[in-house]
């Protein structure tokens, strides 16, 4: 790193700006403007049509934030947005609800400012529960980093990974889905770029009511995550990979449904998930529509091998 300038990074973040995540808004931007090392431009996009008059007031007075008001709860614009309006050398993104360790942005962009061959780092995540417990995230930084996210196994958080502004351009931000953007973008920029991924952790998600992970359609609309990788130019020969965690999410998708008793939306799902040769399996779990069942399909695999023990 150049001793006599500072490199410049661009931090986005994505707010409601509701009364409710004031204090936590307030936090996360607290460990962005006291980084040390880097210079900040904090660039906060707030995605409400009626966002709080005494949140936007203290944003507003924030001299060094870049503030960018979106007329709708679109947070996948409010991504984009953001991405746009970065001038530093490197980006990255931080939730209102979660918060940058010191030291942190520095650390990444030591080793972006070294190599200029890196496009991406990314670190790990510590995690603190409602009762303030930290617990260190098991992130698998594997050899094959998008091979690892095609089997359905994710270790990038929004907050987990500095970009390189140069390369990590605005095509890796089109055509995103609505849950789990960042297994798709991480997908993106590890079939195509340079990815590091060091042993360290830089950040801090808290479990916070409210928080879009905790909508159950986060996990029931995963299959849309892998037809997203499966359209990516670079997705190669991790195409086979894709298909089967596709079929496995379609399926989780209509036990959701059929649970629920929603039996028409589990039998789009579930004939969507049959395709050969990966959802084949799941062929036997049709009798469980048929009969318009909603126990567990575990119940149906006790009976199964029951049967097949005798």
Not at 123 to 138: D, F, W
Not at 210 to 223: A, C, F, I, R, T
Request: glycine share 4%.
């Amino acid at each position: 790193m150049n001793a006599n300038r500072l490199p410049r990074v661009s931090v986005i973040v994505r707010t409601a700006a509701d009364a409710n995540r004031f204090g936590t808004l307030r936090r996360a931007l607290d460990s962005v403007l006291t980084q040390q090392g880097v210079f900040v431009e904090p660039i906060v996009v707030v995605n409400s049509p009626a966002p709080d008059p005494t949140v936007m007031a203290w944003l507003r007075g924030l001299g060094d934030a870049r503030i960018e008001v979106l007329p709708t709860h679109d947070h996948i614009a409010a991504l984009r947005r953001g991405r746009e309006l970065v001038t530093g050398e490197s980006f990255c993104f931080l939730d209102d609800d979660d918060e940058y360790l010191p030291g942190a942005l520095a650390r990444r962009s030591l080793v972006l400012d070294a190599n200029s061959k890196i496009d991406c780092v990314v670190t790990r995540l510590e995690r603190s529960s409602p009762a303030g417990h930290l617990v260190q995230s098991n992130a698998d930084f594997a050899a094959d980093l998008a091979g690892t996210l095609a089997r359905g196994r994710n270790w990038m958080a929004s907050c987990s990974a500095s970009y390189r502004t140069s390369t990590v351009t605005m095509q890796f931000f089109d055509d995103l889905p609505r849950h789990c953007e960042f297994k798709v973008i991480a997908f993106r920029v590890a079939s195509s770029l340079h990815v590091v991924a060091l042993d360290m952790v830089t950040h801090r998600v808290h479990d916070s009511e409210g928080s879009l992970n905790k909508d159950p359609l986060h996990k029931v609309m995963e299959y849309e995550v892998f037809e997203k990788m499966l359209r990516w130019r670079d997705a190669g020969s991790r195409r086979a990979l894709l298909r089967r965690s596709k079929a496995r999410a379609l399926h989780r998708a209509a036990e959701y449904y059929r649970q629920r008793g929603e039996f028409s939306r589990a039998w789009v799902h579930q004939w969507q998930s049959l395709t050969p040769p990966y959802g084949l399996r799941y062929v036997p779990f049709v009798l469980l529509l048929l009969a318009k069942n909603r126990q567990p399909a575990s119940e149906l695999r006790k009976r199964m091998g029951a049967r097949s023990a005798r």
